[in-house]
């Protein structure tokens, strides 16, 4: 049986720049034993997003791979956290200053950043993550120094949306953002998605709410900071009954799980990017689950075949077949759910990659 999600490209959703993809992309290079580690002088950097390196999500990933590669390499990194969006250009440019020889851009937002500074330095690789530096949208990388790191997290999102359903007592599961950008809506239109396929499934009506996947419209904080913005988001969720929360976005979820405590209900969250449940374990007890992108892995390929000589500009595309994607065990949760649920997911995932399901979002990567 074959399950279509809906495909909607919006005109809006252009403007923030929906991912488009080589038409091949290769999986991440292969980590060496070291034994081929790049000369003393190598140099690997990163520049960080909004949120900082211990946001215990993507930027925190991203660090931790750049760490690991960078010790197998027997090399010492540099690393710049960016404060604002204004901070973006002045922190690349300052790691070119400082002679580095690869620089990972941690964000879709540093996208132009990147390709500015990779135009101007094309003795100098670079990486970005959840961006494919295609500025101009004609489908391909706006600088041959540029690696895309991407990943396809709606079917991964699916999974993650039909668990929810699965577990949800109201009916009513919520699910907000930081900012309207692919790598933010993917994890929301995959959501979504699962949910309507659990109630076809099932004969159920749980209702999402949040995010509308036809019509691209749902509820954002404006940023990735915690703050009263993410706590008014998910209190808002919480008020129309919602038991199950994904706040899409770094370190928002923590404003979200304030606003869980404070409400004193039984309410679950799914997390995004890291596995939530060994990131935060003083909140652990709260994750039903998260949707995983394997950042520190890519990153740290990336930057020890960089280390090692054999840099490769190719788009990286993170999916379920490659392990790039993926969602987080059950954990506290595991007795708590259905054990027929727990197989349904494993099933899904399967038709996934088999093709007879079919997830699709409009921030799906291009493969």
Not at 5 to 29: D, E, N, S, Y
Not at 113 to 122: C, D, G
Not at 247 to 254: A, D, T
Not at 344 to 358: M, R, W
């Amino acid at each position: 049986m074959t399950i279509s999600t809906r495909k909607t490209v919006l005109a809006g959703l252009a403007i923030f720049g929906t991912v488009a993809m080589l038409a091949a992309c290769a999986q991440a290079p292969a980590t060496t034993d070291g034994t081929n580690a790049a000369a003393s002088d190598f140099l690997p950097c990163m520049v960080s997003d909004e949120g900082g390196f211990d946001d215990q999500s993507f930027n925190q990933l991203g660090f931790e791979g750049l760490t690991a590669a960078s010790t197998e390499l027997g090399v010492t990194p540099k690393t710049v956290e960016s404060a604002a969006e204004t901070d973006y250009q002045s922190n690349v440019q300052n790691l070119v200053d400082q002679g580095c020889n690869l620089i990972v851009t941690v964000g879709f937002n540093l996208a132009a950043a990147t390709v500015e500074s990779a135009l101007a330095n094309p003795e100098v690789n670079y990486a970005i993550i959840d961006n494919d530096a295609d500025l101009d949208f004609n489908g391909k990388v706006d600088a041959p120094n540029i690696k895309p790191i991407l990943f396809d997290t709606a079917p991964a999102g699916f999974m993650a949306g039909y668990a929810a359903a699965g577990y949800s007592k109201t009916a009513v599961v919520g699910t907000y953002g930081g900012l309207q950008i692919p790598p933010v809506t993917i994890f929301m239109d995959g959501f979504a998605d699962g949910v309507a396929y659990y109630n076809d499934q099932n004969g159920t009506s749980v209702q999402t709410i949040g995010w509308d996947v036809a019509s691209q419209t749902g509820s954002f904080t404006g940023g990735f900071a915690a703050g009263v913005e993410s706590l008014a988001k998910a209190q808002a969720l919480i008020d129309q009954n919602a038991d199950v929360l994904l706040p899409v976005g770094g370190p928002i979820f923590l404003s979200a799980i304030e606003a869980i405590k404070s409400s004193g209900k039984d309410i679950a969250m799914v997390g995004v990017d890291a596995d939530l449940f060994e990131t935060n374990p003083a909140d652990s007890g709260v994750f039903l689950t998260s949707i995983l992108k394997d950042i520190k892995l890519a990153v740290s390929d990336v930057v020890t075949a960089s280390g090692s000589g054999t840099f490769d500009a190719t788009a990286y595309v993170g999916t379920l077949d490659n392990e790039g994607v993926g969602i987080a065990p059950f954990h506290d949760f595991e007795s708590k759910v259905p054990a027929s649920m727990i197989d349904d997911v494993d099933a899904i995932k399967a038709g996934i990659i088999d093709g007879s399901i079919t997830v699709e979002s409009p921030a799906s990567p291009k493969q």
